[in-house]
């Protein structure tokens, strides 16, 4: 049973990114109890899938070291993994909080030595990935995995694989018998960052994600270029592993579009700017990027960054919503079907290789979370100190890495308040 | 140009885009286009408009009447409703386009020829006659439309698929006796008349009032 | 054999389907529609209208709709009915005879009532615009609506998977006017069926049965190309499975005659 | 000081008992590092083996303690033993993980192992357990500068935390820009309308808060100490100054409108109906609701163009590079102005890439639109007067013409100036005055490295990092608001909350005396000895924090609190005087000096390689080599350090002369898009590295033999390739000719 100490002046922080990290270390390091949850097997979220980021072009992993280093150096934090909050009962500074544990099967005793790995052979879908490759039924989610412990695949488990994992662990750290549990927690303020997802490109129809196999998604697109990733770190086409010469990037997929996401993600515009000297670097002049646009929205500093992309001669612009794609059945290669609006010209142009920079969603979308918040119809939380809950990074609005975890270090400050007003009341 | 035209040219000046929001079917949606283009990239007949609807949208924002309203663009919808589904501003751009045609025809500044116009007028006197579309006598008033010579070689042309279908009975040879349409004619007409008087009326009073 | 009952709306009037606008403006359109639905709710009360041509149930459904969103609209399209003595209460349910087969009678009855499975039949289900846009059938995609296919399957024949030209557009009323511009597009369907090795087209549009169908002779001439593709109506299609006759099925009113269902309908 | 005791533990988990000889490894830890106590585990990290450590500290008396196992980087929780020095041999990741598992390679296998326990037996011995600095005081006042809406949000919220602030206005009054607009976008959902700048309701609550003293027409005449200590002076108008002193500081200092004299050719400055954006709100406030008329006439304005990007995103000399960020939604809210109130005034808003990002610009776009404000895509040429009122000629990118567009009013969108004072890189003249041109100071900081705070790129005092924003080179004081980067009003308020926090952390931290972000909570800091110090300056010149000022003496004065421990000090003093208690020149020359170097007689090889590696980023890139079990060659010995900053060449000579065939060091990404933690160490170590080269020819060495790479924590695979190239090379140069001296 996981036994947890916390009290009306803990600060729960619910989801283990780069925004709820930093919300919990930012607090911790002002001397704050906090409890973070996250419920994937490890910390990092969504920018441990990232290679870069704009517009440094350097790498989130760099970051991510570094706050794991406070992270394990901080005796405030209680981390628990694979953990989700179920109900949110109570007001501010008398939260009650239950949050179901899946199991992982491994114990904090496991030292990362991977044989349990060995013993296991079925394979699964790479989450990790978003399912481009595959990984083993005992396995550790990727490189910089906190914590650093194995996870047992809940379906290999109660199988005979799971008794041979739990065979070769000479430190016996495999517990085939971990059930999934429920507990109850107290805080005194909650932060929400449960972060994004990116949006379902299959419910795009007109871009046939679900039917072209050489149309992709520009999270797809980043982890094709992790050394440690689905094609080694290769620009490649699924269709047929070919090196693509004439590359796509379609904007607004699935944002600012009544038919899915009404808001502007903000940050894709960048991430294909981004995506674009991907393909400079390893592609150099063999490789052509275009760019389907409505407005390319590079905010304050970035501007530079997307002045030099412009100076590419083997990147162009243009200003349209790509209408609709089709695809040449010999070759796999796609056509964008689809008007440039500056100057009323139609075209029909063939590209080998098509990223769909998808709008961001809430994971949990604010109406759902089952605890009381103020949420806009597009399901991002809005700031209401009344209710002790707060949003941090994605959860309260569309944001780049940058914004979120200031909005993080934000949202840190008010649940101090609210437990501060506690320990003063409590004296 | 007829007097409606005259005296809209007058009240809304250079202000099209007011004109068009009060007088054009859905027209106060025509500034919500972000210019996106999807609409123009979505048409059917896309490589036949001289002015694709963003374009159209952008030319009423920037009051381009005449241009706009004379342009045979609009008459080139097939109704096939790619655009409204797929516009992520939510514009009804079919009834959009079918309402600038209809504003255009009242303003008589439709191109002449515009086939589509005629033969949507066509279909229309003929529905309006006994509320029934009669197949056989739109298909030969059709294809004479363009006077007689042209007539004569279109159904000509057409004759084997008028023929054939005579043959496969989809045109039942009796209505050419014009034996089917509404019992009510009389109310049915009636119900037209004052429909069509209603946005007259309205007209009317934004051609006083300057919208 | 499904146990459907259709009764006509009495005195019913054409709806315009969409090519109405060059005469008459938005409300004369509008009241068309409206009439049909007023007399339906006056002499079948709580009937649902159930349209099988395309245009009519669009213009009908789109007519509710708007109406319904619309009080000053609705208020004018009253006053207008008032002439014609009727009155809009705009409670009547519009629906599509193939919404009425998927959602009421549901793919499994449809199925059981096969007789005569169309066996080794590649046919591509062609949808069109108008049933798919802007309602379509509920849970289906704009660009790839599946329950033609689904259709085509249970009555034993073989859909052609992801057809191109599913729901590109036969040019509907531009037919007459830009004949040219339409029998292009109506090309690319046909050539979009061959591709898919289809040996006939089946669509829920009558619109669309007849572009598609009747002027591959002038594509032929004008393209050079060999066109013979049956067209068929998705009644027809039930009809032959059902165990009707082919006089019965109507496919002797094929200008392209369906000959793999006539041999199926003979046996 | 209690006598030294090194307690000695290796691991036989994670098959290094398969892979070592553990008794051999126990006799070097006993014979090479002098350990008193040495014992061996099958399972470390057990809960049995931490109590086996544990034990010995309690009744052994163990304060030194070597766990030779896996990396520094596994296990940290485990091996948390507190008040001792502890020291990780890394035997897991760095030796058995990256070596095949064959006969051949044992011997070498095993002497890397051995040299590594002997390296972390006589580093840890060296070590001792720090202890916060006396200095240390904890003081909860914070002083925000600048009274805008940045300021005095972080003002109230220090205050509803539990802190004090005192809120330092240069003006008669609060509220900044905001508090001059007639309304500010919306902040909420539906975000469709323009709201009150909410200034006032700001103010009444800054009156109501007890915890927050207001200073109006004051000014920050001097800035010393370091967090915790901050001694500052503030000048009022009147001329009397007080001095306070202060836990952290809040920089919200803002920006100054662009001068619109830069744009003759819009007609700025030139004609009188082209204004800016903040001339558009004075017109608005004036008119107060009523209709806005234009300021050549007075007449009512009916017609209204907003030029987008007036003098920004452009290279042109006088123009704002950057983009800033709020103009796009402020031109819409100040057309919803005319719009509100009068349907027919018509408003065009001329852009290139209209900028509403997220939720809440999207709908405030869409519902400008709806209330019929018009955008046209057009690049604008200039605006010129004709007759009444100006033209803007633009070129319409959609219908691709040219226009010519009339209208009453035109409104260019420039963009915001930080206001972030000196500009510390601009050499100041002899008389230690600012160069000519600079703006006043804000701070004026009596710091030994300028008076204001460095200063990022287009003027902007913001940090280099994507995921630590609040990253300063100046530890206690942190920028919020446009002074950061250009923003809006809903972003200055989360900045400076953001802030407020940073800011309270930092007193907090320096109550403690540890150490900020990126070594949070460490308790070491430097201390030199001052009998050995030459007063060279270096330390004082190269701190990338500006920690260290110099005394009346001209001794380094090293202000602990503003230190943030990466040693860069310690690698530039030529006379090796810096240290810290628990990382110095002894404990890094110590492990250099432990490895044993094969003798001419040995039949080993005996080639060996000194790698000093980052421990942020070439470290844990190699840690991960392991875990992907990538070889690399057996004659490494890698020496993680705290930044390729803290490197002292003096390790360098002793590496060569003590027979090293040559040295590898690895760090971070320097230049303009550094990477380095510590923002210069790199830079320096690279810079230190160049000069070498002279040293190696005194030496007859051949400058291979000293190489410096820049890695990143990516380079899982690249950073074995260079380690064996490496090696490669030094197989052709041959053996250091110095070994056997």
């Given at each position: ?17 780069i925004s709820g990290m930093t919300a919990a270390l930012e607090a911790a390091e002002c001397g704050k109890q906090v409890v973070l949850l996250e419920k994937n097997p490890s910390t990092g979220g969504r920018v441990s899938q990232l290679y870069k980021y704009f517009p440094k072009l350097c790498f989130p992993t760099c970051g991510l070291e570094i706050n794991l280093r406070r992270l394990k150096a901080n005796r405030n934090i209680r981390l628990l993994t694979m953990a989700e909050v179920e109900q949110v009962t109570g007001s501010p500074g008398d939260f009650t909080v239950t949050v179901r544990i899946r199991p992982r099967f491994v114990t904090e005793a496991c030292t990362a030595c991977g044989d349990c790995a060995k013993a296991v052979t079925s394979e699964f879908p790479n989450e990790f990935d978003y399912g481009m490759s595959q990984r083993k039924g005992a396995y550790l989610p990727h490189n910089l995995a906190y914590p650093s412990r194995y996870v047992l695949d809940a379906r290999v488990a109660g199988t005979a694989e799971g008794q041979a994992a739990k065979a070769a662990c000479k430190v016996g750290a495999i517990d085939l018998d971990q059930k999934e549990e429920v507990i109850t927690l107290k805080a005194g303020a909650i932060i929400w960052a449960t972060g994004w997802k990116p949006y379902d490109a299959a419910k795009i129809q007109p871009y046939g994600y679900d039917r072209f196999a050489n149309v992709i998604t520009s999270v797809e697109f980043e982890r094709m270029l992790d050394p440690f990733g689905p094609t080694q770190g290769k620009i490649r086409r699924p269709s047929d592993g070919a090196t693509p010469k004439n590359i796509a990037f379609i904007q607004c997929a699935g944002s600012r579009d009544r038919n899915h996401l009404k808001q502007c993600s903000r940050i894709c515009c960048m991430a294909t700017l981004k995506q674009t000297t991907y393909v400079r670097e390893q592609l150099g002049d063999a490789a052509q990027s275009s760019v389907y646009y409505i407005d390319i929205r590079a905010i304050d500093r970035i501007d530079d960054f997307h002045r030099r992309v412009k100076e590419d001669p083997n990147v162009t612009f243009v200003k349209s919503k790509v209408a609709s794609i089709t695809r040449d059945k010999a070759s796999n290669d796609l056509f964008l079907n689809g008007v440039n609006t500056e100057g009323y010209h139609r075209y029909s142009n063939r590209h080998d290789l098509v990223v769909l920079a998808v709008g961001m969603e809430p994971s949990v979308p604010a109406g759902t979370i089952p605890a009381q918040v103020r949420a806009n119809p597009h399901g991002f939380i809005e700031l209401d100190p009344a209710t002790g809950i707060f949003g941090a990074g994605v959860s309260s609005e569309a944001l780049d890495v940058n914004r979120a975890v200031q909005n993080a270090t934000a949202a840190a400050l008010r649940a101090i308040q609210v437990v501060n007003r506690v320990a003063g009341a409590e004296g | 140009m007829n007097d409606i035209n005259r005296s809209m040219l007058e009240q809304y000046r250079n202000r099209f885009l007011r004109e068009v929001e009060a007088n054009v079917e859905e027209g106060q949606w025509v500034k919500m286009c972000m210019q996106c283009g999807v609409c123009a990239g979505s048409c059917p007949m896309g490589p036949y408009w001289e002015h694709p609807p963003q374009e159209l949208f952008m030319m009423i924002r920037a009051g381009k ?147 | ?267 | ?741």
């Open positions: 049973m996981t036994d947890v100490i916390a009290t009306n002046q803990t600060i729960l922080v619910v989801g283990g990114g | 009447r005449e241009e706009v309203l004379s342009s045979t663009s609009m008459w080139m919808c097939t109704s096939c409703y790619n655009c409204i589904v797929r516009c992520p501003r939510e514009l009804p751009i079919t009834h959009i386009m079918h309402g600038l045609a209809t504003y255009a025809k009242r303003l008589g500044l439709v191109p002449k020829d515009q086939p589509t116009a005629k033969f949507a007028q066509k279909f229309w006197n003929n529905l309006t006659k006994k509320g029934r579309v009669n197949e056989l006598k739109l298909g030969l008033a059709l294809y004479f439309m363009n006077g007689f010579a042209e007539g004569v070689k279109t159904s000509m042309k057409m004759q084997d698929v008028g023929l054939g279908m005579l043959k496969s009975k989809r045109l039942d040879p009796l209505e050419i006796l014009g034996g089917h349409g509404v019992k009510d004619k009389a109310g049915f007409q009636a119900m037209l008349k004052k429909a069509e008087e209603i946005e007259m009326a309205k007209i009317a009073k934004n051609q006083a009032a300057g919208g | 054999m499904l146990d459907i009952e259709l009764n006509d709306i009495p005195d019913w009037n054409c709806c315009a389907a969409s090519i109405g606008y060059a005469g008459g403006g938005e409300l004369p359109r509008l009241s068309l529609s409206a009439r049909n639905l007023a007399l339906s709710e006056q002499h079948h009360p709580g009937q649902h209208v159930v349209a099988t041509c395309a245009a009519c149930w669009l213009a009908t459904k789109e007519t509710k709709e708007r109406l319904s969103h619309d009080p000053e609209l609705f208020a004018e399209t009253n006053t207008v009915l008032r002439e014609a003595g009727l009155q809009l209460r705009n409670e009547t349910p519009v629906r599509h005879m193939v919404e009425v087969l998927i959602e009421d009678v549901g793919y499994d009855r449809i199925q059981q009532a096969v007789r005569k499975p169309l066996k080794d039949i590649k046919i591509a289900g062609y949808v069109g615009c108008q049933t798919n846009r802007p309602f379509g059938i509920a849970g289906e995609s704009y660009e790839n609506p599946k329950y033609l296919d689904k259709f085509v399957e249970v009555l034993g024949g073989s859909p052609v998977e992801n057809y191109d030209k599913k729901v590109s557009c036969c040019g509907g009323a531009l037919i007459f006017s830009e004949p040219e511009k339409s029998q292009a597009l109506i090309k690319d369907i046909i050539e979009a069926a061959y591709d898919g090795g289809a040996e006939m087209i089946v669509t829920p549009c009558p619109v669309c049965q007849m572009n598609v169908e009747v002027y591959q002779n002038h594509i032929n001439q004008k393209y050079g190309t060999k066109f013979n593709m049956p067209v068929v109506y998705y009644s027809t299609l039930m009809a032959v499975a059902y165990g009707k006759s082919a006089k019965e099925a109507g496919l002797d009113g094929q200008m392209i005659r369906a000959k793999a269902l006539e041999d199926i309908a003979g046996r | 000081m209690a006598e030294i005791k090194v307690g000695a533990y290796i691991c036989k988990g994670c098959g290094l008992g398969e892979r070592l000889n553990i008794a051999a490894l126990e006799g070097t830890a006993k014979k090479a590092g002098k350990a008193n106590v040495v014992r061996s585990h099958d399972f470390l990290c057990s809960q049995d083996g931490v109590a086996l450590i544990q034990a010995d500290i309690n009744q052994e008396g163990v304060n030194r303690v070597m766990i030779a196992g896996c990396s520094r980087r596994a296990k940290t929780e485990a091996f948390n033993f507190d008040g001792v020095s502890i020291s990780r041999a890394n035997l897991r990741e760095g030796v058995i993980w990256i070596r095949p598992d064959t006969a051949d390679a044992k011997e070498t296998t095993q002497d890397m192992a051995q040299d590594y326990v002997a390296m972390s037996c006589a580093e840890v011995r060296r070590m001792t357990p720090p202890t916060a600095n006396d200095k240390a005081q904890l003081n909860r006042q914070v002083l925000v500068v600048g009274g805008g809406i940045s300021g005095m949000t972080a003002a109230l919220e220090i205050a509803r935390a539990g802190y004090k602030a005192t809120l330092v206005e240069k003006s008669a009054a609060l509220g900044g820009w905001a508090g001059k607009l007639y309304r500010r976008v919306a902040d909420r959902y539906p975000y469709a309308d323009p709201q009150s700048n909410g200034v006032a309701e700001l103010a009444a609550a800054i009156q109501a808060e007890p915890g927050i003293t207001v200073r109006l027409n004051t000014l920050v005449a001097r800035t010393d100490g370091a967090p915790g200590r901050f001694v500052v002076a503030l000048a009022s108008e009147s001329g009397e100054t007080v001095e306070e002193t202060f836990g952290a500081i809040v920089q919200a200092s803002g920006f100054n409108r662009y001068d619109l004299a830069n744009l003759p050719e819009m007609g700025g400055g030139a004609l009188p109906d082209v204004i800016d954006q903040a001339g558009l709100e004075a017109l608005a406030v004036a008119a107060n609701g009523g209709a806005i008329k234009r300021p050549s006439d007075g007449k009512e304005v009916t017609s209204v163009a907003f030029v987008q990007c007036a003098g920004q995103r452009s290279e042109k000399p006088g123009h704002l590079p950057y983009c800033s960020g709020f103009c796009c939604t402020t031109s819409i809210k100040q057309a919803m102005y005319f719009k509100d109130r009068n349907p027919d005034v018509d408003t065009v808003i001329l852009y290139t890439d209209l900028r509403t990002p997220g939720v809440a610009g999207e709908d405030f776009y869409r519902s400008g639109q709806r209330k019929g404000v018009t955008f046209t895509k057009g690049v604008v040429s200039g605006v010129s007067q004709q007759g009444r009122g100006p033209v803007v000629a633009f070129h319409d990118e959609i219908l691709n013409e040219d226009v010519n567009l009339d209208v009453d009013l035109v409104v260019l969108a420039t963009g915001q100036v930080a206001n972030a004072g000196v500009n510390i890189d601009i050499p100041p003249q002899a008389d230690g005055q600012p160069a000519a041109g600079q703006p006043v100071s804000i701070l004026n900081l009596g710091y030994r490295q300028g008076p204001d705070l460095p200063q990022l790129k287009h003027g902007f005092a913001d940090s280099h990092f994507i995921c630590f924003p609040y990253e300063t080179r100046r530890t206690g004081i942190y920028t919020a608001g446009p002074v950061r980067r250009p923003m809006d009003i809903a972003q200055a308020q989360e900045d400076a909350t953001g802030a407020a926090l940073k800011a309270i952390q930092a007193l907090e931290n320096a109550g403690l005396g540890r150490a900020a972000h990126p070594r949070s909570g460490d308790l070491s800091f430097p201390s030199f000895r001052r009998e050995g110090c030459t007063q060279c300056k270096r330390c004082t010149v190269e701190c990338p924090f500006g920690a260290i000022d110099e005394d009346e003496q001209r001794y380094p004065q090293f202000n602990e609190a503003r230190c943030r421990r990466c040693g860069t000090c310690m690698g530039a003093c030529p006379v090796r005087v810096i240290s810290f208690e628990n990382y110095s020149v002894e404990t890094v020359g110590q492990q250099v000096k432990a490895v044993e170097m094969p003798d001419e007689f040995s039949d080993k090889p005996r080639t060996r390689i000194l790698v000093l590696a980052c421990e942020n980023d070439a470290y844990p890139a190699l840690d991960m080599a392991g875990q992907n079990r990538i070889e690399y060659s057996p004659f490494v010995r890698i020496i993680p350090v705290r930044c390729l900053g803290s490197v002292n060449t003096i390790w360098i000579t002793d590496a060569l002369n003590s027979g090293y065939d040559g040295i590898l060091l690895m760090g971070c990404q320097k230049g303009d898009n550094y990477q380095c933690h510590f923002v210069k160490g790199s830079e320096m170590a690279h810079y230190r590295m160049s000069k070498i080269g002279d040293t190696l020819k005194g030496m007859n060495l051949e400058v291979e033999r000293v190489t410096t790479y820049e890695v990143a924590i990516t380079d899982i695979q690249r950073i074995p390739a260079l380690l064996n190239d490496y090696a490669a090379t030094i197989e052709k140069i041959g053996l250091n000719p110095l070994k056997d001296f």
